[in-house]
C-alpha cells in the first residue's frame, strides 16, 4: 500500500504509539485486500456496532480504554447498535439475574467509554440510525468507515453511499485516523453486480425471506435483482425503503451481502440499468417453490418443536415509523376478526428511541399499546443470546434473529395469525 | 498426504487437527454463547451450520469457504483470541473476508503473545479434500500439508 507522507508518519510513530497501532491495523486490514492507498472519510458521522457491555467482551472495553488513555478519540461523531437490556421487555426473574449479574455488567462502563469516544446522543443507540429521526443519513458517494451488517447494506444499496463489510472495532480505527483502505465496494469495480436474480414468483415476497435465499446462495456477492421493481415501483418511497431495510439485513445475516441492485429502483441500479452486471455473472432464478424450499430448510431448534411461543420480536432491523402504524393497523384488524382483545403471545416491537419518541406522539402509540404490544428500543439478539433462551420458543419475522439465536422464523402473516388468531 | 500453497494473512507455524465446514462460517452465531458462558471446549453455537454445530473449534485447525455475518464477527474472534480460545489456525478456501481479516489483524497487532495463522485463497480443492480429524500442518510460507 502507497501512504502519503503523513501516514507514514503516523505509522512510524509520530502520534505515538497507540495511533501507530491504529494505523497499522488498517494498513494490514488493507493489505489483506490489495488496497493501493487509504482514502479519506467522508461522511459526517459513523457508525459503530458495539453497544453491548457484556462482560466477556473485556478484551475490547481494554482496547476503547487504550485509546481514550492516549488521547487519540475520533472527532467524528458516532450512533452506535441498540441497547441490549431493557425492563419494559418480558423477562422472568433468573433473566433479569443473568443479564444484569452474568451477562451485561458492564454495560454502564462501556456506555461512560462510549459517551468519551463521541456518541452522538443518549438516544443515538439503534441498527436503523440512517432513519431521518435519527439523523445520520450519509449522502451518495459518502465513504464511511460503519460497521453493523444491515447499516452497511442499507448505506451502500439505498443511499448510494460507500463502504465495506467493517468489522467492530475497525469501524472506529477508521474514524481514528479519518481514513479506510481502499478496496472492494469504495471502488466502481467492487461494487459490479457478480448474479442476476431472476424473481419469478407470483405475489410479493416477504422480504427477509427473499433476502434469506438471496444471502444464502450469493454469499458476499453483489447481486442485481431483476423483477422486484414489480411489486416496489421505481420511487425509493418509505414502503420500498422499509421492505430494502429488512430486505437487505436478511442478505447480510445469511450470506454476507454489503450491497445489493435493484432494478430501477436503487440508484446505482438507475443511473447505469444492466451496464452495472460483470461480465460473466452468475444466475438464480427465484419462485415460489424455491422460497418455500429455503423456509422449509430452516432448522427448529426448540426443545419441543410443536410449543407454544412464549415471546414474539419484531423489529430486527429496528422498525420504521411507517412500520410500527402499519402493524398497529393490522393487529387491531386481526384482533377484530378474531374476537380477541390482546394479542395471544407477548410481544415486542423494536425502534429506534427517536423513532419511538415520534411513534408515540401519534394516535397509534394508544393503539397498539391498547392490542397488548410492547415497544422497546432493545436488541432482540442480544436479549436472546443466552443459554436461557435457548430452549424458549420466540416467534419473529427476522431472517437476521432466527440465524444467531434460537428464534423461529415466521412469515408477516404467519406472525399476524398467531397474535390475533392463535396458531400459525 | 497432499500439500496446498495459499497466501499468508497473518503468518505462523502449527499442527493441528482439521475441523471442517464447507458452509459459510458465521463467527458471531459460532462462537458468542462458547465465549460468553465459559465453554471449555468452544462448541460451535450456529444451528444453521450443519458441519460444525455442536464441534469444538479450540484449537482447531479451522478449514472453511470464508465467514458470514454479523459485523461484529471480527471482533468476536479478536476477543477469543485475547481469552485464548481460538481456532490453532484459520484456512480459508476463497480470498478472506472483511470480517475475518478484521479479526486475525486486530489479534495480531492488538494481543500480545497469540499467534494464530491465517492463510486463504486454498481453492475449492483443499476443502474437497480435507475432511474433520486430518492432521493439518501450517508453514510460515502459506504451505498447508493435510495427512
Given at each position: 500500500?502507497?501512504?502519503t507522507e503523513k501516514q507514514?508518519a503516523?505509522?512510524?510513530g ?5 495511533m ?7 494498513v494490514?486490514?488493507?493489505d489483506?485486500?490489495e488496497a ?5 472519510i467522508?461522511?459526517?458521522?459513523n457508525?459503530?456496532v ?23 478519540a475520533s472527532g467524528q461523531?458516532?450512533?452506535?447498535d441498540?441497547?441490549p ?7 422472568n ?6 443479564f ?11 456506555e461512560k467509554?462510549l459517551?468519551?469516544l463521541?456518541l452522538?446522543?443518549?438516544d443515538?443507540?439503534t ?8 439523523g445520520?443519513?450519509?449522502k451518495?458517494?459518502?465513504i464511511?468507515?460503519?460497521a ?19 468489522s467492530?472495532i475497525i ?7 479519518g ?9 466502481d ?11 419469478n414468483?407470483?405475489?410479493k415476497?416477504d422480504?427477509q425471506l ?6 444464502m446462495k450469493?454469499?458476499?456477492d453483489v447481486p ?10 421505481s420511487?425509493?418511497?418509505?414502503e420500498a425503503c422499509?421492505?430494502?431495510?429488512d ?14 441492485h ?30 418455500q424450499r ?5 432448522p427448529v431448534?426448540?426443545?419441543k418443536?410443536?410449543?407454544?411461543p412464549?415471546?414474539c ?10 412500520q410500527?402504524?402499519?402493524?398497529t ?13 390482546k394479542?395471544?403471545i ?14 408515540n ?19 432482540p439478539?442480544?436479549?436472546?443470546n ?10 419473529t419475522s427476522?431472517n437476521?434473529l432466527r ?11 404467519e406472525?399476524?395469525?398467531a397474535?390475533?388468531?392463535?396458531g400459525? | 498426504?497432499k500439500?496446498?500453497?495459499?497466501r ?6 502449527v499442527?493441528a ?6 458452509e459459510?462460517f458465521?463467527t458471531?452465531?459460532?462462537?458468542q454463547?462458547a465465549l460468553q ?5 468452544v462448541?460451535?453455537?450456529?444451528q444453521?451450520?450443519k458441519?460444525?454445530y ?6 482447531k485447525?479451522?478449514c472453511?469457504p470464508?465467514?458470514i455475518?454479523?459485523t461484529t464477527?471480527g ?10 480460545k481460538?481456532p ?5 478456501a476463497?480470498?478472506?473476508d472483511?470480517?475475518?481479516?478484521a479479526?486475525?489483524v486486530?489479534?495480531d497487532?492488538?494481543v ?8 486463504d485463497?486454498?481453492?475449492?480443492e483443499f476443502l ?7 492432521k493439518?500442518?501450517v508453514d ?6 493435510v495427512?
Open positions: 500500500m502507497i501512504l507514514q503516523i505509522l512510524n509520530a502520534e505515538g504509539e497507540t501507530a497501532k491504529v494505523m497499522k491495523t488498517l494490514m486490514y488493507g489483506a485486500f493501493e492507498k487509504l482514502v479519506p467522508t461522511s459526517k458521522y457508525h459503530l458495539t453497544s453491548f457491555g457484556l462482560k466477556v467482551m473485556s478484551p475490547v472495553y481494554d482496547l476503547m480504554q487504550q485509546i481514550l488513555d492516549a488521547g487519540v461523531k458516532f450512533s452506535v441498540p441497547r437490556l431493557d425492563s419494559k421487555v418480558p423477562a426473574f433468573l433473566q433479569n439475574f443473568v444484569k449479574n452474568f451477562m451485561y455488567t458492564k454495560q454502564d462502563f462501556y467509554q459517551d468519551k463521541g452522538m446522543d443518549k443515538a443507540f441498527c436503523t440510525c440512517y432513519m431521518d429521526e435519527v445520520n443519513k450519509p451518495k458517494g459518502d464511511l468507515s460503519w453493523e451488517s444491515s447499516a452497511v447494506v442499507y448505506a451502500n444499496s439505498v443511499l448510494g453511499a460507500r463502504c465495506n463489510r467493517n467492530g469501524d472506529i480505527m477508521g474514524s481514528i485516523v481514513y479506510v483502505p481502499y478496496f472492494g465496494l469504495l471502488t469495480e467492487g461494487r459490479k453486480a457478480t448474479w442476476v436474480i431472476k424473481l414468483t407470483t405475489k415476497p422480504a427473499l433476502g434469506s435465499a438471496i444471502g450469493v454469499m458476499e442485481y435483482v431483476i423483477g422486484l421493481d414489480k411489486y416496489l415501483g420511487e425509493l418511497n418509505d422499509t421492505y430494502l431495510k430486505f437487505g439485513a436478511a442478505t447480510a445475516s445469511n450470506g454476507a451481502v454489503g450491497l445489493y435493484i432494478e430501477n429502483l436503487t440508484p446505482e441500479a438507475k443511473e447505469m440499468g444492466k451496464a452495472i452486471i460483470a461480465e460473466g455473472a452468475k444466475e438464480y432464478i427465484i419462485d415460489d417453490a424455491e422460497l429455503v423456509k422449509d430448510n430452516y431448534i426448540w426443545k418443536k410443536d410449543a407454544k412464549k415471546l420480536f419484531m423489529g430486527c432491523p429496528h422498525m420504521s415509523l411507517q410500527l402504524k402499519d402493524w393497523d393490522k393487529v387491531e384488524k386481526g384482533l377484530k376478526e378474531n374476537g380477541n382483545k394479542v395471544l407477548p410481544t415486542v416491537f423494536t425502534a429506534a428511541p427517536k423513532v419511538l419518541e415520534e411513534f406522539k401519534t394516535e397509534y402509540a394508544a393503539r397498539l399499546k391498547a392490542t397488548g404490544v410492547v415497544t422497546s428500543y432493545i436488541c439478539l442480544m436479549y436472546m443466552n443459554p436461557l433462551c435457548k430452549t424458549m420458543p420466540v416467534i427476522s437476521k440465524t444467531y439465536t434460537s428464534a423461529r422464523y415466521y412469515s408477516d402473516d406472525i399476524l395469525n397474535l390475533t388468531k392463535g400459525k | 498426504m500439500q496446498f500453497k495459499g499468508v494473512v497473518t503468518p505462523g507455524k499442527t487437527e482439521a475441523l471442517v465446514t464447507r459459510g458465521n458471531l452465531a459460532s462462537m454463547m458462558f465459559g465453554d471449555k471446549e462448541k460451535c453455537g450456529d444453521s451450520n458441519d460444525i455442536g464441534k469444538s473449534m479450540l484449537n485447525a479451522l472453511l470464508q465467514t455475518g454479523s464477527g471482533l468476536v474472534l479478536y476477543c477469543a483470541c485475547a481469552m485464548g481460538n490453532a489456525c484459520m484456512l480459508f476463497n480470498h478472506i472483511s470480517l475475518a481479516a479479526g486475525a486486530l489479534a497487532v492488538w500480545d503473545g497469540v499467534t494464530m495463522p491465517v492463510v485463497s486454498l481453492g475449492d474437497n479434500y480435507v475432511k474433520d480429524g486430518m493439518i500442518t510460515e510460507d502459506g504451505t498447508v500439508t495427512e
